[in-house]
């Protein structure tokens, strides 16, 4: 079926730094959403991108839809221990009754 | 709003045995979905729902049935569990498109 490339699978980095990951298609997608999910938990919703180019933030992190419909980049400004987690990147193709398409989700973990 | 809740949060099973997982949302969204999550594979698509009364299936639809009697609750029934159906799952309802997800239902079968 339709897949995400996200990339990278993981990250193991030091608290302070910046973080980036991003999610590639060879299909167009009119949504992009990023999602986090804690261990043990439900994937939480971050960030939705609704157009070609928009930049958009919560907090610290910072998400865009690329240009070229076809990708989409997540940074994390100033990372922290409680950004510990798998982040996962959705797109969807058509309308809102189409079926997101997941990425395969970054691992990230902080060291103190 | 108690958004999407699940039960139970953990189950285990027996080879062959059956069982419903639960889930509801009070936020009256008419699209629902199951994923199932294992390590590597991302979340899956194994059924979903656009409104009462009406389902289809996802990716990996084999070995479950739903049905969507009301615009709350979207059971997922595994008929005869098997060992490759130990798996997280997770309900999510949708407001346009943005998915919302339950907290999951950890599932063992031995």
């Known amino acids: 079926g339709q897949q995400l490339n996200q990339s990278p699978q993981s990250m193991f980095i030091q608290e302070g730094e910046d973080v980036s990951m991003n999610c590639t298609s060879s299909?167009?997608?009119?949504?992009w959403l990023w999602y986090k999910q804690d261990p043990g938990e439900g994937p939480v919703l971050l960030i939705a991108l609704y157009k070609a180019g928009e930049l958009t933030s919560n907090g610290r992190l910072t998400a865009q839809f690329g240009i070229t419909r076809k990708d989409s980049f997540l940074n994390i400004s100033a990372s922290i221990p409680s950004d510990v987690g798998i982040y996962f990147c959705?797109?969807?193709?058509?309308?809102?009754?189409?079926?997101?398409?997941f990425g395969q989700g970054t691992t990230l973990q902080v060291k103190p | 709003n108690a958004g999407v809740t699940q039960t139970p949060k953990f189950q285990v099973l027996k080879t062959g045995q059956s069982m419903t997982l639960q889930c509801a949302q009070d936020?009256?969204?008419?699209?629902m979905s199951w994923y199932r999550q294992d390590p590597g594979m991302g979340l899956r698509l194994i059924h979903y729902?656009?409104?009462?009364?009406?389902?289809d299936q996802g990716e990996v639809p084999n070995g479950y049935n739903v049905s969507r009697s009301t615009t709350e609750d979207f059971p997922l029934r595994l008929l005869s569990a098997a060992p490759s159906q130990t798996s997280v799952y997770f309900c999510?309802?949708?407001?346009?498109?943005?998915?919302?997800f339950g907290p999951g239902t950890r599932l063992t079968v031995l």
């Open positions: 299909s167009i997608f009119n949504t």
């Open positions: 936020m009256n969204h008419e699209y």
């Open positions: 999510a309802s949708r407001d346009g498109a943005l998915e919302f």
């Open positions: 959705a797109g969807l193709m058509s309308s809102n009754t189409g079926k997101l398409i």
């Open positions: 729902s656009v409104g009462a009364g009406i389902t």
